[in-house]
């Protein structure tokens, strides 16, 4: 197990963090997760992720339906439909919330990148350091003609920016 744990010496960043787990995926893998570090996937998460991504060899990224950490509520469901002008954080309408639904940006708080999405558009843009690689990379993706969906029975719980808060020079 300690082989596959990889650091940096220092802080880099999100984006540097992804692309050195990127860099690193071996032969024979189908996908990869990002999964932040202030989250708690519920039972069966994955799995619905996967089974989302086999369903169609177009998809190149599945996000999680992401809610809140205490349970109140959704915060979002992972993206937005910038044409139509539907922002999918706060969702309240029952039909967003059951279906997977498309989207053209989704963030990388739980997502899953198939290998096909990594081989044919590469890393993450490191010029983003912490913001907006997650941005870049559903556009290029779109570009790439690959789909960006989130899967509503994929459940992940997040502590919004606890991370970056618990840090003192932030």
């Not at 519920?42 to 998809?59: P, R, S």
């Amino acid at each position: 197990l300690a082989d596959d744990i990889l650091r940096h010496e220092g802080n880099r960043g999100f984006t540097a963090a992804i692309n050195t787990g990127l860099r690193h995926l071996r032969l024979g893998y189908d996908s990869v997760v990002l999964l932040n570090n202030d989250t708690a996937p519920q039972k069966g998460w994955l799995e619905e992720m996967v089974k989302t991504a086999q369903t169609d060899e177009e998809i190149g990224i599945v996000s999680a339906r992401i809610m809140e950490w205490e349970g109140h509520g959704i915060r979002a469901i992972g993206g937005s439909d910038w044409l139509g002008g539907v922002a999918m954080q706060g969702a309240s309408r029952q039909d967003l919330l059951d279906a997977i639904q498309a989207h053209p940006f989704v963030p990388f708080t739980a997502v899953l990148l198939t290998r096909q999405l990594v081989e044919t558009i590469g890393l993450l843009d490191e010029r983003f350091v912490n913001n907006c690689s997650d941005n870049d990379y559903c556009q290029r993706a779109t570009m790439a003609h690959f789909k960006i969906v989130s899967d509503p029975t994929a459940i992940v719980r997040h502590r919004e920016s606890e991370t970056v808060l618990s840090i003192k020079e932030y």
